[in-house]
């Protein structure tokens, strides 16, 4: 069982930056492909970025040349570099893990998300 907790969200004008982060427990974190999805308010979820375990990364083309996925191994983390945020952006953040099947999963694993207000 792996459990991911999102942490770094918040109120951000546009044109600033954040970033998030998705720890995970559990030995196997190193195996996993991990994702990052988001749902903003009437909308469905869909996918923002992933990175597998050999460190291969995934964008969105809504997001490619503005976000960066990355992940540190020994610290069982997943990061979430967003720049140049747009009032677009603004969605609750989720992260997502498992073995690979494709940028978009299935995951077995989703963290409770984290909110992210991008103003204009």
């Known amino acids: 069982q792996v459990q991911l907790a999102e942490s770094g969200g918040g109120l951000v004008q546009a044109g600033h930056s954040l970033r998030l982060s998705c720890a995970a427990s559990?030995?196997?974190?190193?195996?996993?492909?991990m994702g990052w999805f988001r749902q903003a308010p009437g909308k469905e979820r869909e996918f923002v970025a992933t990175?597998?375990?050999?460190?291969?990364?995934i964008y969105s083309d809504s997001v490619k040349g503005r976000f960066t996925i990355s992940r540190d191994n020994a610290k069982n983390t997943v990061y979430l570099q967003m720049n140049s945020l747009i009032p677009e952006d603004t969605a609750t953040y989720f992260c997502a893990g498992g073995p690979w099947r494709g940028s978009r999963g299935p995951y077995d694993y989703w963290g409770q998300g984290t909110q992210v207000v991008v103003s204009s």
């Open positions: 559990g030995r196997t974190f190193s195996n996993y492909a």
């Open positions: 990175i597998r375990s050999a460190g291969g990364t």
